[in-house]
């Protein structure tokens, strides 16, 4: 494929060996990498070259990588994944409620990281044929072995029927519709319970809990990932995402 | 009032004192005499215990007037007019007098107690400002050592993760045989290697700066060769100074030094870690040594942006970093300034000729021991 048709990707972090294996990755599987040093370099490089996606580490020397999230967000809505240090449960909430797709937490597995990518481009149909895209938003969903029947209410796991309540089929669903991405608590909150909640974590962990019951999940392998202290992302299982 | 009951023991003694004095001339004087002096235990009693006291002893004068004073002597009785007068009169007079008296010793008194209160009360705010003031104090140095602390986790636990996130991402993706091909695959195990030895580096730094604050560094003085030392060091870390041309100028015949070579090799890496972060690709670091008085200094210059003047001072303290530095845990000149100044030498940054930092260490020159016997001459700076 050639430049300029969805394929560019901008990675930028402060550190070179970063850049280099992130370049190198990227190379090796079709993506034309383009690399930004700095804050400032970065809104540039987002300007001047219109890449299909951002590879945004939050640690930058110049200017705050969420500062650079919002500037982006400011004229563009192209596909933002952050990369953040382990242990900052708020800075990767703030970045995924300004707008960022996904975050992956250093030091990450490379695979992980583009597979992350993977899902933030389907989800962008301006990057071109989404509508013929599976885990698009469509009537009926499917994740791995998960199915959700939006107009007649049926969710499915393995062929089994799940008995749920209306609040649990709207969580599922939600995380269905958005499979592979991370949902912050507040924007399912504010979709499934309404625009005045947004802090009550607590409602979501026991409905949560009890759609994994209902569910049968096993802990070992959950299709619900829980992200501690983040959201929660509907997987599917059978692709190498994590 | 603690001292009421002498007051009234006192005040009666004088009574019986007066009385006594004044009985072998009772009947050369008028009654005016006794009466006068008997006003005065009355007044001493109600300075010393207080009104009652003063008001008993005066009860105790009048019995004793009219008793050994006015006629019929030895008796209560009263028969002449005048002497009824100057009874009462004497009464009254002493119970005035002495209620009088005592009111304003009273009342002194409490003034002083106030005053006393007050003085203490004063006191006790000064040492509670005292007290808060020092607690402010405290908290303030707490907060900033508490400071300190988590900048230094902050900065290592980055310096720590950097290396590691590009070595996994790197690892992690050969695993998955991503499709790269033969240059590609070399140059990606090149920075894994990179990143490895800058782990090496920054854990030997971390070892060090633990040694140093425990107070467990004890350098190993020996006579070192710098020029060898600095070779050395130059070819080991070929990889890292692979964007750079390092120009060493040693002169011939450089005197030995007396250090722990382990220790400088750190400040040598240390200085010249720094050097690459700060040059830009493809230039010039310069290292050059002169023999002193006393001392060899030894000089590693970069072109970079250089160190501001106001920045001289607190580039050694660690976990500061130069405005213009990438982001480092700032330890590795931190502890070539506690290495190099426990071998009894000294560090500072200052312009290098072609701009840029140049940071020069010097370390003392080495004394050959004396031979036993030879005197006290020289004795080895240790």
Known sequence: ?242 | MVRRPFGLLIGAALVVVCTLALVPVRDAVTVATPALVLVAPGIVAGLVGGRLDGVATAVLAALAFDIVFVEPYGSLDVHLVDDVVALVAFGAVALTVATLVALAADRRRSAEQRAEEILALSEDRERIHREQRRLVFEKTALEQADDARRALLRSVSHDLRTPLAAIRAITSDLRADADYDERTRHELLDVVGDEAERLDRLVANLLSLSRIEAGALVPDIQAVDLDELVTDRVRRLSRLLRDVTVATHLPPGLPLVDADYVLVDQVVTNLLENATRHTPPRSTIRIDARGGEGVVAVSISDEGPGVPPAERSLIFEPFRTGSSAQRSSGIGLAICRAVVEDLGGTISVGDAPAGGARFTFTLPIHRPTPLPGAGEVDEVAS
């Not at chain 1, 569910?215 to 994590?242: C, H, K, N, Q």
């Open chain 1, 1 to 242: 494929m050639s430049v300029g048709d969805g394929r560019r990707v901008l990675v930028v972090d402060d550190e070179r060996p970063i850049l280099r294996a992130l370049s190198a990755a990227l190379t090796a599987r079709g993506y034309a990498p383009e690399v930004a040093l700095t804050g400032a370099e970065a809104l540039e490089r987002a300007a001047l070259d219109d890449p299909a996606a951002v590879i945004l580490d939050l640690g930058l020397p110049d200017l705050d990588g969420i500062e650079v999230l919002r500037r982006i967000r400011g004229w563009s809505d192209v596909p933002v994944i952050v990369l953040t240090a382990e242990g900052a449960e708020d800075r990767k909430v703030k970045a995924l409620d300004d707008g960022a797709d996904d975050y992956v937490t250093k030091p990450f597995s490379t695979p992980e990281l583009l597979a992350r990518l993977g899902v933030a481009l389907r989800h962008r149909p301006a990057s071109g044929g989404a509508h013929d895209d599976p885990s698009g938003p469509g009537p009926v969903l499917e994740v791995g072995d998960v199915r959700v029947d939006i107009p007649h209410h049926v969710a499915e796991v393995a062929g089994r029927r799940l008995e749920l309540t209306p609040k649990e089929f709207g969580l599922l669903a939600l995380l269905a519709r958005h499979a592979g991405r991370v949902l912050t608590h507040r924007m399912i909150l504010q979709a499934v319970w309404g625009p005045e909640y947004g802090t009550e974590s607590e409602y979501l962990r026991v409905y949560a809990s009890q759609l994994r019951k209902k569910m049968a999940e096993d802990p070992a392998r959950p299709r619900l990932v829980t992200e501690p202290g983040v959201g929660y992302r509907l997987i599917d299982r059978d692709t190498p995402t994590s």
